[in-house]
T-cell receptor, first 112, second 115 residues
């Protein structure tokens, strides 16, 4: 069965610092991997997705993620955090019929 | 540019009452989903519909029923609400084509409290 694990339910960074949110996956087939962002009291918005075209995936708002098969990881990064990046971030793997299996989420706090 | 629209946004129910969450998408998507979100548990799939006329159970289907009314609409029904069903519910849709790895688009959520 496919699954994802997000390490760290809360991450705090200073404005301008590197953001690193960790995601490891388990899949018996080449995975489709996603990062979604959820701002308070809103739905989920796609940040980026990996569909085997390129291992380094660039998304919206300056975020990117690198697929590393040897480490079964798909960590999300942003070189310089902004206050507006404060949100909850979900990593997910796609199952049959595009069903998404989500991690438990990481809440990002950005301090001035 | 509506995307996925779900109603109601907020609802308070008494234990044992029934209600239906409505969802519609205007993107001509084949697949539709209902998820629930609980603190510390991420989103869990309740039911999904891979195409018009089909529905299948997800990870947490107990206490729920669904109807894929047509290609656009996918409703979620709580027949006898329980406090354990207090949650935020998200409808989602994906897949104009039959390829895998389609992006799933989410509605804004429905906050349900069962007292």
């Amino acid at each position: 069965a496919q699954s994802v694990t997000q390490l760290g339910s809360h991450v705090s960074v200073s404005e301008g610092a590197l953001v690193l949110l960790r995601c490891n996956y388990s899949s018996s087939v080449p995975p489709y991997l996603f990062w979604y962002v959820q701002y308070p009291n809103q739905g989920l918005q796609l940040l980026l997705k990996y569909t085997s075209a390129a291992t380094l995936v660039k998304g919206i708002n300056g975020f990117e993620a690198e697929f590393k098969k040897s480490e079964t990881s798909f960590h999300l990064t942003k070189p310089s955090a902004h206050m507006s990046d404060a949100a909850e971030y979900f990593c997910a793997v796609s199952d049959v019929n595009d069903k998404l299996i989500f991690g438990t989420g990481t809440r990002l706090q950005v301090f001035p | 540019n509506a995307g996925v629209t779900q109603t109601p946004k907020f609802q308070v129910l008494k234990t044992g009452q029934s209600m239906t969450l409505q969802c519609a998408q205007d993107m001509n998507h084949n697949s539709m989903y209902w998820y629930r979100q609980d603190p510390g548990m991420g989103l869990r799939l309740i039911y999904y519909s891979a195409s018009e006329g089909t529905t299948d159970k997800g990870e947490v289907p107990n206490g729920y029923n669904v109807s894929r009314l047509n290609k656009r609409e996918f409703s979620l029904r709580l027949e006898s609400a329980a406090p354990s069903q207090t949650s935020v519910y998200f409808c989602a849709s994906s897949g104009v084509t039959s390829r895998s790895g389609n992006t799933i688009y989410f509605g804004e959520g429905s906050w349900l409290t069962v007292v």
